[in-house]
Structure formats: structure tokens, C-alpha cells
């Protein structure tokens, strides 16, 4: 498999429940990125790993928790979220921050 | 000001046509610009990317100003499969990515 994996591709989920959002990249790069995109709305960053530490975090709710244990590898675990939070979440990668990132095909997810 | 802007259309232009988007971007220390394509409902997927010299793949010619902090693609004859968002993308100095809003193309037959 190449290029960048998300999984699940869609999710449904209650506010109360706890699910988490994998994302691999098989591109050798050292930088991943998580995406919110809602509805007709433009992309919004929400967090950035570089070198598997987190070097940026757009003042995103505590119920969403990233997790990178390697490069090859991101998370997001979701808790007690809001039926707003409904969106699309992208992952993506990129070699240096300054680089074109490269975007897996994203999950979908709706909250109840 | 934004640190990306665009006009959002959208665009509805017939088979054929050439059209051309804008973009400004306010951070002066700004180096890396690309163009993504975003279809509906999909994940952006990068179209091109941008150089001092102005680049051109295919029917596709991206310009940058640096002067005057603008970015430019124009698509020429266009065809039904263009039709999709166009996202303009910059970098920030010392951290990611910046997109755009994004511009709508619609081309009809």
C-alpha cells in the first residue's frame, strides 16, 4: 500500500462514546498533520507532528487527543464529542513543513 | 488581512474556456506556494506547484508575484473534469501549510 491511510473511512458515533481515527503514511515523511473540514467550509488545521513531537496545536478542543507514536504513524481519540464536531478529518504528511503534504482520503464521521 | 485569500467564485465557464484564479497571501517570508484540487467530498490532492519562473504543466500555468504577493493559475480549454475546488496554498515561516478557501470551478458542455 502507498501514499497516506486513514481508517475508518466513516464513523458514527454517540457523544458518549470513545473512538480513535488512524492514519499511516508510507512515504517516508517526518511530518503529519491532522485536518478538520466541515461542511462547504475551508480546511482547518488542527494539529502538526514534526519528528513525532507535536509542534503545533490550533486551540482545539481537549476532547480530541492526538497521538504519534512513530513517524509512520498518527492518531486521533476522540471523547465525549459534540454533534458539531461533525466534519471530515484528513491526515496528512509531508517531508519538512515547508513541502507539499500529502492528504489521505479522510474520515467521515458523524456524531449523534 | 487573511494570510490566504481567494475569491471563492464560483467560476461557471463552458468547455473550452480559459479562466484564471487569484490568490494574495499577506506573510512577505512566505516560500513555498502550490495549488491542490479538492473534487466534492474528497481529499485535496496537489495540482501543482508554484516557482519564481512561473511553471506550466499541460493546460495548467501557475505565476507568482512576489512583489506584489499574488499567485496565479490559469487552465486553458477546459474540460468537464476540471470542475472542482482550487485551493491556494502558502507556507508560514517556520510551521505548515496555509490553504486557502479555496475557488469553485464549474465547467459545463
Known amino acids: 500500500e502507498t501514499g497516506v491511510t486513514q481508517t475508518p473511512r466513516h464513523l458514527v458515533m454517540g457523544m458518549t462514546n470513545k473512538k480513535s481515527l488512524k492514519c499511516e503514511q508510507h512515504?517516508?515523511?517526518?511530518?503529519m498533520y491532522w485536518y478538520k473540514q466541515s461542511a462547504k467550509k475551508p480546511l482547518e488545521l488542527m494539529f502538526v507532528?514534526?519528528?513525532?513531537?507535536?509542534?503545533e496545536n490550533n486551540s482545539v478542543p481537549s476532547r480530541f487527543s492526538p497521538e504519534c507514536p512513530n513517524s509512520s504513524h498518527l492518531f486521533l481519540h476522540l471523547h465525549t464529542l459534540q454533534p458539531e464536531d461533525s466534519a471530515l478529518y484528513l491526515c496528512?504528511?509531508?517531508?519538512?513543513?515547508?513541502?507539499?503534504?500529502?492528504f489521505g482520503p479522510g474520515t467521515r464521521l458523524t456524531v449523534l | 488581512r487573511k494570510e490566504v485569500e481567494q475569491d471563492p467564485g464560483p467560476f461557471n465557464v463552458p468547455e473550452g474556456a480559459t479562466v484564471a484564479f487569484n490568490c494574495t497571501y499577506s506573510?512577505?517570508?512566505?516560500?513555498?506556494f502550490f495549488w491542490y484540487r479538492q473534487d466534492c467530498r474528497k481529499e485535496p490532492k496537489l495540482l501543482m506547484s508554484?516557482?519564481?519562473s512561473g511553471n506550466e504543466d499541460g493546460r495548467f500555468t501557475a505565476q507568482l508575484n512576489r512583489a506584489s504577493q499574488y499567485i496565479s493559475l490559469l487552465i486553458r480549454d477546459s474540460k468537464l473534469s476540471d470542475s472542482a475546488t482550487y485551493l491556494c496554498?502558502?507556507?508560514?515561516?517556520?510551521?505548515?501549510?496555509?490553504f486557502g478557501k479555496g475557488t469553485t470551478l464549474s465547467v459545463s458542455s
Open positions: 506573510n512577505s517570508a512566505s516560500q513555498s
Open positions: 508554484v516557482y519564481s
Open positions: 512515504l517516508g515523511h517526518n511530518a
Open positions: 507532528y514534526s519528528l513525532e513531537e507535536r509542534v
Open positions: 496528512a504528511s509531508s517531508q519538512g513543513s515547508y513541502n507539499e503534504q500529502f
Open positions: 496554498v502558502v507556507n508560514r515561516a517556520g510551521t505548515a501549510l496555509i
